[in-house]
T-cell receptor, first 113, second 114 residues
Framework: TQLLEQSPQFLSIQEGENLTVYCNSS?????LQWYRQEPGEGPVLLVT?????EVKKLKRLTFQFGDARKDSSLHITAAQPGDTGLYLC?????????????FGKGTLLTVNP | NAGVTQTPKFRVLKTGQSMTLLCAQD?????MYWYRQDPGLGLRLIHY???????AKGEVPDGYNVSRLKKQNFLLGLESAAPSQTSVYFC?????????????FGPGTRLTVL
């Protein structure tokens, strides 16, 4: 069974600070995705990273896929209260079709004004 | 939510009661999923469907049944609700891509079983 471990589990910071959250596994993933879930809503896909070493930017969010494709990180620059939410990483299950995802348990981020 | 709707949004049941959660998509996606989300346990796959008329078990299928009679709808049933089924339930569809499993989620159903 492939597992995705996310750290930290909780993070509370002040507006304007930078932060990095991590998603790690002992397994190789063909791709990894990041989702953000706001309170009371469903997860929303932010990005998919595919190539080892790949870096993708989405405004103030920078996503990196590890060279060995076993880990990923999300860096937020100058965090804002609107960034508050649960950040989930997910990757396709190995073997056969990629129609099932393994999710990490998430990092709950609170950005205080 | 990419056209994924869930009904109802909230529900309170007594132990032993039954109910059906409805997930509907306004597109033509083949793959649909039911997850439950619990504190400390994350998102767990209950059942999924790879097309009309097909269903398969996920990680935590016990106590639930599903049906996909129409491509647009995926129903999740609880025949005899238990307090352990108190959770937030999410339906998701997979974007049609042979390369990636990018999923789009509905807004969720909050279920409390007393």
């Amino acid at each position: 069974t492939q597992l995705l471990e996310q750290s930290p589990q909780f993070l509370s910071i002040q507006e304007g600070e930078n932060l990095t959250v991590y998603c790690n596994s002992s397994s190789v993933f063909s791709s990894l995705q990041w989702y953000r879930q706001e309170p009371g809503e469903g997860p929303v896909l932010l990005v998919t990273v595919v190539t080892g070493g790949e870096v993708k930017k989405l405004k103030r969010l920078t996503f990196q896929f590890g060279d060995a494709r076993k880990d990923s990180s999300l860096h937020i620059t100058a965090a804002q209260p609107g960034d508050t939410g649960l950040y989930l990483c997910a990757g396709p299950n190995s073997g056969g079709s990629n129609y099932k995802l393994t999710f990490g348990k998430g990092t709950l981020l609170t950005v205080n004004p | 939510n990419a056209g994924v709707t869930q009904t109802p949004k909230f529900r309170v049941l007594k132990t032993g009661q039954s109910m059906t959660l409805l997930c509907a998509q306004d597109m033509n996606h083949e793959y649909m999923y039911w997850y439950r989300q619990d504190p400390g346990l994350g998102l767990r796959l209950i059942h999924y469907s790879v097309g009309e008329g097909t269903t398969a078990k996920g990680e935590v299928p016990d106590g639930y049944n599903v049906s996909r009679l129409k491509k647009q709808n995926f129903l999740l049933g609880l025949e005899s609700a238990a307090p352990s089924q108190t959770s937030v339930y999410f339906c998701a569809i997979k974007r049609d891509s042979k390369l990636f499993n990018e999923q789009f989620f509905g807004p969720g159903t909050r279920l409390t079983v007393l």
